[in-house]
Nanobody
């Protein structure tokens, strides 16, 4: 099983980024996928979750209207479109899924700063 995130970087406030997570080693289409983030000095927290049919099942209120999760089962990829970024969105972003245990990617750093 492998999850590889990409797309992070340094962006100014109100800017946008799109994160990608490419999955391999399991039947991607059968599992809900989740984006988490971990800010410096804080615990890892859920950002947004998508079910197998591309319905959003959970998200944190702070990203409502700004972030959008999507998936392409043909490409084994889950995305996180992040708009109107704020400094408090600065964190390492991880994709994850659960199959008896939780699997995580290595994370991608997002820094929002002017």
């Amino acid at each position: 099983v492998q999850l590889v995130e990409s797309g992070g970087g340094l962006v100014q406030p109100v800017g946008s980024l799109r994160l990608s997570c490419v999955a391999s080693g399991f039947t991607f289409s059968l599992y809900p996928m989740t984006w988490y983030r971990q800010a410096p000095g804080k615990e890892r927290a859920l950002v947004e979750r998508i079910d197998t049919t591309a319905g959003v099942t959970d998200y944190t209120d702070s990203v409502k209207g700004r972030f959008s999760i999507s998936r392409d089962n043909a490409k084994n990829t889950v995305y996180l479109q992040m708009n109107n970024l704020k400094p408090e969105d600065t964190a390492v972003y991880y994709c994850s899924f659960r199959r008896w245990t939780d699997y995580w990617g290595q994370g991608t750093q997002v820094t929002v700063s002017s």
